[in-house]
């Protein structure tokens, strides 16, 4: 199709959303060409598609009324499922979604925090009540997409500052970092270690500076040897761990933001000879399963991740049912859970 043929007709504004007749005609294409794109089809070439997405975000899109409504279904979207993180989100949307006769269905992004081209078509083929995309979330033309049909979508722990363009819900990452610093400052210790999650991570840069606050309010000082960058990942305890425990001055504690870093900790202090807590106190983030399990139990920060998936899907439910959010940013508490493995430093 040249770009003759996509020169739009009739491009003066239009007070109300367009129907699919109307946006074939502004688009110069056909309506089946519409219809297609309208419902996630991939048999559009590239460029016809987005031309045609182009005229659907300027004029809106009105459903026709023989239209069916969207799908019983709420789309929950992970990164990656592994671990006892997804499950946990979960068990709060399949809560929600039960209450109001929903089905959920589960994707997986392989690791990538950014849906693929073909995801949102499939989305789109579905029509499902709503999305929750967790530890990811839509480009902007994704985002434009689903919001042109109708079909609302709530970010859960998103990877970028959470502002209130998409619903979103999180929790007190920043409190969490500075209580579990705090907490081992408050046993005596100073030489105290942190390792993060990516540095893209919100939550990842939260949790940092609330380490780094608390250092600053405890008056003990900062030693940019002791900050170090991980992914969230086991290896990662263990690695920064064995570089940690090398420096001609250790740290007594490690700060691990979340708990599978802290597994990891373990790991590389048993191999060093080192006892937890004796010899090298450990505090977690999320008190996900095994923390509780571990020997010694870990001291970890409490994340609210039942609760953050219940709430993510009331959110999509009440902006599919055309109901306005009491607020699009929704930040649930934390909570330090003390168990056995943060002791005083030894003397």
Same mark, same amino acid.
């Given at each position: 199709? +040249?770009?003759?043929? &996509?020169?739009?007709?009739?491009?003066?504004?239009?007070?109300?959303?367009?129907?699919?007749?109307?946006?074939?005609?502004?688009?110069?294409?056909?309506?089946? +060409?519409?219809?297609?794109?309208?419902?996630?089809?991939? %048999?559009?070439?590239?460029?016809?598609? @987005?031309?045609?997405?182009?005229?659907?975000? &300027?004029?809106?899109?009105?459903?026709?009324?023989?239209? #069916?409504?969207?799908? #019983?279904?709420?789309?929950?979207?992970?990164?990656?499922?592994?671990?006892?993180?997804?499950?946990?989100?979960?068990?709060?949307?399949?809560?929600?979604?039960?209450?109001?006769?929903?089905?959920?269905?589960?994707?997986?992004?392989?690791?990538?925090?950014? $849906?693929?081209?073909?995801?949102?078509?499939?989305?789109?083929?579905?029509?499902?009540?709503?999305?929750? @995309?967790?530890?990811?979330? !839509?480009? %902007?033309?994704?985002?434009?997409?689903? /919001?042109?049909?109708?079909? $609302?979508?709530?970010?859960?722990?998103?990877?970028?500052?959470?502002?209130?363009?998409?619903?979103?819900?999180?929790?007190?990452?920043?409190?969490?970092?500075?209580? *579990?610093?705090?907490?081992?400052? =408050?046993?005596?210790?100073?030489?105290? @270690?942190?390792?993060?999650?990516?540095?893209?991570?919100?939550?990842?840069?939260? /949790?940092?500076?609330?380490?780094?606050?608390?250092?600053?309010?405890?008056?003990?000082?900062?030693? $940019? =040897?002791?900050?170090?960058?991980?992914?969230?990942?086991? @290896?990662?305890?263990?690695?920064?761990?064995?570089?940690?425990?090398?420096?001609? %001055?250790? !740290?007594?504690?490690?700060?691990?933001?979340?708990?599978?870093?802290?597994?990891?900790?373990?790991?590389?202090? *048993?191999?060093?000879?080192?006892?937890?807590?004796?010899?090298?106190?450990?505090?977690?983030?999320?008190?996900?399963? !095994?923390?509780?399990?571990? *020997?010694?139990?870990?001291?970890?920060?409490?994340?609210?991740?039942? =609760?953050?998936?219940?709430?993510? *899907?009331?959110?999509?439910?009440?902006?599919?049912?055309?109901?306005?959010?009491?607020?699009? /940013?929704?930040?649930?508490?934390?909570?330090?859970?003390?168990?056995?493995?943060?002791?005083? $430093?030894? &003397?």
């Amino acid at each position: 199709m +040249t770009s003759g043929h &996509r020169t739009a007709r009739g491009q003066g504004p239009s007070d109300r959303p367009l129907t699919i007749a109307q946006i074939a005609e502004r688009a110069g294409v056909s309506i089946a +060409t519409v219809s297609k794109v309208v419902n996630g089809r991939a %048999d559009v070439a590239a460029d016809t598609r @987005a031309h045609v997405e182009g005229v659907i975000r &300027r004029h809106g899109y009105r459903r026709q009324k023989k239209t #069916p409504g969207p799908a #019983p279904l709420l789309d929950l979207v992970f990164h990656a499922v592994e671990g006892s993180y997804p499950v946990e989100i979960f068990k709060g949307v399949d809560r929600v979604a039960r209450e109001h006769q929903l089905a959920v269905v589960l994707s997986e992004l392989q690791g990538r925090h950014t $849906p693929g081209r073909g995801w949102v078509e499939s989305v789109l083929a579905r029509r499902p009540t709503g999305v929750i @995309a967790v530890f990811s979330g !839509p480009t %902007d033309e994704q985002s434009d997409q689903l /919001r042109t049909r109708g079909i $609302p979508f709530v970010l859960v722990d998103p990877t970028g500052d959470p502002g209130h363009t998409c619903p979103s819900v999180g929790t007190s990452n920043w409190n969490g970092g500075l209580t *579990a610093t705090r907490h081992l400052l =408050e046993l005596g210790h100073r030489r105290i @270690a942190v390792i993060t999650g990516p540095e893209h991570a919100h939550s990842s840069r939260a /949790r940092l500076d609330g380490y780094r606050a608390a250092m600053d309010l405890g008056g003990a000082v900062g030693d $940019p =040897e002791l900050i170090r960058t991980g992914d969230f990942k086991v @290896a990662d305890g263990v690695t920064h761990t064995r570089e940690l425990l090398r420096l001609p %001055d250790p !740290p007594t504690a490690v700060f691990a933001c979340n708990d599978g870093q802290a597994l990891g900790v373990y790991r590389a202090a *048993a191999e060093a000879g080192l006892r937890v807590p004796q010899d090298l106190s450990v505090v977690g983030f999320d008190d996900l399963y !095994p923390a509780q399990w571990l *020997a010694p139990p870990l001291t970890t920060v409490r994340q609210p991740l039942t =609760e953050m998936g219940a709430a993510a *899907a009331g959110m999509a439910v009440t902006l599919a049912n055309g109901e306005p959010l009491a607020q699009r /940013r929704v930040e649930l508490a934390t909570e330090l859970v003390i168990r056995e493995s943060t002791a005083p $430093p030894r &003397r």
